[in-house]
């Protein structure tokens, strides 16, 4: 059996869109698991669509979501090179060009952009440009005269109007596409570079590419790469094509959607393992359906033939669980490093930090939920004395008054701020005075936080805050109710 080779070829034009974030994740794991090489190469040959910077983001990104290729332009095994403008330097696809144009499968098209602009039609709410075949019908001596005289051209895939194309998609089948549908493409473009699909075929096959995945939107021009592949008598690769990425509405992800770039959902507070994983289960599940799958756990599951043909939704609510679960089991050093810089987004003065990040490690779904959750630590915010009340506690303002009124000379007489001491001084009163251990919490943490919810209780919040922070605040809740 060939060795099994995949690759992911982005072109440079800004930041990693989800939908090629789960190509290139299916390219390594189809080669992964199957002991194969995983290729990077770069289609720069859109000149005008290049974004400065994005070989770097395409290198992060992949690098981040632990997706590491064997062969690319950094590590070359022979292929090379693997970045396609420095592959058009040595002439490549021209040769390549030109050798179907001898063969009669292209040919020379000088057509003015007025003529091809002639030929479009409205179809749709889409402007679509099919092509007559007018230059196809220049004698060589008519194409030598215009070549020489240096009128700018295009090389086009001269591809017949009659009859069909049929290719075979490892989740779709056999598809068959009439060939009436069927453009004559762009191979060569008038600055001579060639087209993203040519270049693709060339370089797919030189590269010894076993298995090509990509959009199912691509199924209608899959034809044209089969008929390349004929017209050289190359071996096709295998097809994988994916389904559509919709939103929860149902609607096609668009480029300005918050959460539509593997960057963009870092900067929502998503860790990349847990991007990865959601990514992974966006046209395919694990035979047992497990949900939290690891890269390796994916790798020695994928099976791209399980592929699903119908659209995945992403659903943000989905993604915001998984990420809560990758952050709960999250080794605690790593947890802090990631969770430090929102932390310091909420809290400046000098309390506990690693203290703070803790509490609130189970209780978050993104490390964005930290500063909200936190930020009372920095200034204790203003808050209604309804708060006090609470049913379920047998709280109001009139017993909270007291519990804090009572409780306050106790805890000015406490030297130690800590969990245990906290505790057992609460014990006692509570013990003392007969009543349920929330008639005395629930308004010792409503005084210190000024919150309806908090991670953690009273203890942990005056722990972090210290002796005279907690009484300053329990002695500003003892005014407010006393003001009522």
Known sequence: MDRVRSRYAPSPTGKMHVGNLRTALYEFLIAKHAGGDFILRIEDTDQGRLVEGSVDIIYRTLAEAGIIHDEGPDKDKGYGPYVQSERVKSGLYMKYAKQLVEQGDAYYCFCTKERLASLTTEAGGETITHYDKHCLSLSKEEVEAKLAAGEPFVIRQNIPREGTTTFTDANYGEITIENSELDDQILIKSDGFPTYNFANVIDDHLMEISHVVRGNEYISSTPKYTRLYQAFGWKEPVYVHLPLITNEEH??????????????????????????????????????????????????????????????????????????????????????????????????????????????????????????????????????????????????????????????????????????????LVAEYVAEKEIKNGMALWPLRTAVSGKQTTPGGAYEIMTILGKEESLRRIRKGIEKLGNA
Request: net charge negative; charged share 30%; glycine share 2%.
């Open 251 to 424: 609607q096609k992800l668009s480029k300005r959607s918050g959460h539509s770039s593997f960057e963009d959902l870092l900067e929502q507070g998503f860790v990349p393992e847990a991007i990865v994983n959601f990514v992974a289960l966006l046209g395919w599940s694990s035979a047992d359906n497990r949900e939290i799958l690891s890269l390796k756990e994916l790798i020695d599951e994928f099976d791209y033939t399980k592929i699903s043909k119908s659209p995945a939704v992403f659903d943000m609510v989905k993604l915001r669980w998984m990420n809560g679960e990758y952050l709960k089991a999250m080794d605690d050093e790593k947890y802090y490093e990631m969770a430090i810089p929102y932390v310091k987004k909420a809290v400046t003065k000098d309390y506990d930090l690693k203290a703070i990040a803790a509490l609130v490690k189970t209780r978050i779904e993104t490390l964005c939920d930290i500063p909200e959750m936190i930020d009372f630590f920095e200034e204790l915010p203003e808050y209604d004395i309804g708060m006090y009340t609470h049913k379920k506690m047998k709280t109001n303002s009139e017993n909270s008054l007291t519990a804090l009124t009572e409780l306050l000379p106790r805890l000015e007489a406490l030297d130690t701020y800590d969990n245990d001491s906290l505790s057992a």
